[in-house]
C-alpha cells in the first residue's frame, strides 16, 4: 500500500552534509512507492530572529537544494510552509492538548535556550508545530536525522492523546525513519556536538554548496585525537568515528572495512581519500543548484506544491474541526 511521506528542512543557513544524510538522501529514496511531501519549513526558523532578506534567500536556496538532490517535483509535493496556513491553525489546536512538562524535557529547548534566562515562547513549543506539520498530512513515515527522535514521539504522544479523547482516526500515528543508529554527523572542529548550520565556525561542517578547497580544509582540520589508529569508538574517539560515519554513508563501506583498509596508515591518508569522495559525491549537486537556483520555474514549483498541499490541509483542517467541534461546520 502506498504510504505518505512528510519531512521538512528550516531555511537556517547553509544545508550540511548531516542535513543530506540525515534526511535529504532519504527523502529522495521514498519517492520510488510513496507519496512524499516535503515542505521548507520557514515558520521554525523565526523562532530565533533572522534577517527577512536572508529568510526569503534561504527559503529559495533550500528548494533549489531539494530539487539539486533529486527530489522530483513531478512526483513529489514541495511547497513552503508559511504558505500553507493549516500549520499554524493546527499547531494551536495541538498546543492545548500537549503539556509543558513535556515540552520543557526537549533537548533541543534546553540546548538553544542554554544561558539564557528567558527565551522566545516560539521556541519551547517549536515541537508541537512540527508535530502539526507532520499530522496535518496523515503523514505515515517521517525521514529526519537521530536529532529529532524525541520530536517524533511527542508527535506521536500527541496524536495517540487526541485519537483516544476525540476519535481513533483523527490523526494517523506517523513513524520516525532514521538513519542507522550511530548516524547522526557531528561537528568537524567539536565532535561532541552535532553538526549544524547555526555553528559559529564554518570548521564545524561542510556545506553542500562548498567547493572542493574548503572541503579539503574542513576535513583535513577536522579534530581527531593522537592515538593515530583509525577506529570507530564514539566514546573515545568521537571525531575519528564521525569521519568513519561520513566515509560509511556517502559510500556505503561498512565502518570495519575502511577500519582495515587504512589499518596503520594514519589519519592523513584517510582524510585524504575521505575529503575526495565527498567532494565527488558533492559537485553534481552544486551544478544542478546552480542551474535551478534563479529559474521561474523554481517559483512555479512553489506555487503549485502550496495549492497541492492546502487542498490535502484543508481536508484535515475540516476533519478536525467537526470533531473538535470549532466553528458552526456550515462553513
Ligand atoms: N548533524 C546532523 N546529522 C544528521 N541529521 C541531521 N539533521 C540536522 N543536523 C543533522 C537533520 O536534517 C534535517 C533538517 O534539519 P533542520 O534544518 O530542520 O533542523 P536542525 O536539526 O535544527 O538542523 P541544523 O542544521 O542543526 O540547523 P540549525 O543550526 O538551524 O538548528 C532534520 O531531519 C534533522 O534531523
Known amino acids: 500500500m502506498t504510504k505518505r511521506v512528510f519531512s ?17 538522501a532519504q527523502f529522495v529514496q521514498l519517492q520510488d512507492g510513496n507519496e512524499c511531501i516535503y515542505c521548507i519549513v520557514d515558520m521554525h526558523a523565526i523562532t530565533l530572529p533572522k534577517n527577512p532578506g536572508e529568510l526569503r534567500g534561504n527559503i529559495l536556496d533550500v528548494a533549489a537544494l531539494y530539487l539539486a538532490v ?8 514541495v511547497f513552503v510552509q508559511s504558505e500553507v496556513p493549516g500549520h499554524a491553525e493546527l499547531a494551536w489546536v495541538l498546543m492545548c492538548n500537549a503539556y509543558t512538562g513535556e515540552l520543557s524535557r526537549m533537548t533541543q529547548f534546553k540546548d538553544k535556550s542554554r544561558g539564557n534566562e528567558s527565551a522566545p515562547a516560539g521556541l519551547f513549543v517549536y515541537p508541537i508545530l512540527m508535530a502539526a506539520d507532520i499530522l496535518l498530512y496523515d503523514a505515515d513515515i517521517v525521514p529526519v536525522g537521530n536529532d529529532q527522535k524525541q520530536h517524533i514521539e511527542l508527535t ?21 525513519r532514521f ?16 553538526m549544524s548550520k547555526s555553528a559559529e565556525s564554518p570548521l564545524s561542517r561542510i556545506s553542500l554548496l562548498d567547493d572542493a578547497s574548503v572541503i579539503k580544509k574542513a576535513i ?3 579534530t581527531t585525537d593522537s592515538d593515530g589508529e583509525i577506529r570507530f569508538d564514539p566514546d573515545r574517539k568521537p571525531g575519528v568515528s564521525n569521519l568513519l560515519t561520513i566515509h560509511s554513508a556517502f559510500t556505503g563501506t561498512p565502518i570495519a ?41 523554481l517559483i512555479r514549483v512553489l506555487k503549485d506544491g502550496a495549492e497541492r498541499a492546502n487542498a490535502i490541509a484543508e481536508r484535515t483542517m475540516k476533519r478536525v474541526k467537526d470533531r473538535f467541534g470549532l466553528g458552526t461546520g456550515r462553513a
Not at 159 to 171: E, H, I, L
Not at 286 to 296: A, C, D, H, L, Q
Open 8 to 24: 521538512g528542512v528550516q531555511p537556517t543557513g547553509n544545508i550540511h552534509i548531516g542535513n543530506y544524510l540525515g534526511a535529504l
Open 70 to 77: 533529486g527530489v522530483d517535483p513531478a512526483r513529489s509535493v
Open 156 to 176: 506521536r504522544d500527541i496524536a495517540v492523546r487526541v485519537n483516544n479523547k476525540y476519535g481513533p482516526d483523527t490523526f494517523v500515528v506517523p513513524e520516525g
Open 179 to 194: 538513519l542507522k543508529e550511530g548516524a547522526r554527523i557531528m561537528s568537524l572542529d567539536d565532535p561532541t556536538s552535532k
Open 220 to 222: 583535513m582540520r577536522a
Open 257 to 297: 572495512r575502511t577500519e582495515r583498509a587504512y589499518s596503520g596508515r594514519g589519519y592523513g591518508a584517510f582524510k585524504k581519500d575521505l575529503a575526495e569522495i565527498v567532494e565527488t559525491s558533492l559537485a553534481p549537486i552544486r551544478g544542478t543548484y546552480e542551474e535551478i537556483r534563479y529559474s521561474e520555474e
